[in-house]
Nanobody, 115 residues
């Protein structure tokens, strides 16, 4: 199994930037894919960006060109660089890892983008 701890959320104005970090521990060598989901109040959790062990990166259409997911394997850390933030990016952001056909979640970090 793997444990995930997120950090880096906060309050930012429209057009601003934030970088989220997620540190993984445990069986990190078995991670098949790791990335970020978000959940806005009253909405379902949705994929934001994911990076696979094969180097493939996928993004939600709503964040393409603004967000970048990256991994530092030596530090067991995945990042989400978020630029040109919009109010609709507001929500709780969760780190997610897939290994051995199971999914693991962090506790989440709040991102709030003000008008």
């Amino acid at each position: 199994q793997v444990q995930l701890v997120e950090s880096g959320g906060g309050l930012v104005q429209t057009g601003g930037s934030l970088r989220l970090s997620c540190v993984a521990s445990g069986s990190t060598f078995s991670i098949k894919a790791i990335g970020w989901y978000r959940q806005a109040p009253g909405k379902q959790r949705e994929l934001v960006a994911v990076s696979t062990s094969g180097g493939i990166k996928n993004y939600a259409d709503s964040v393409k060109g603004r967000f970048t997911v990256s991994r530092d394997v030596a530090k067991n850390t995945v990042y989400l660089q978020m630029n040109s933030l919009k109010p609709e990016d507001t929500g709780a952001y969760y780190c997610n890892a897939e290994l051995w056909a199971r999914y693991y979640w962090g506790q989440g970090t709040q991102v709030t983008v003000s008008d």
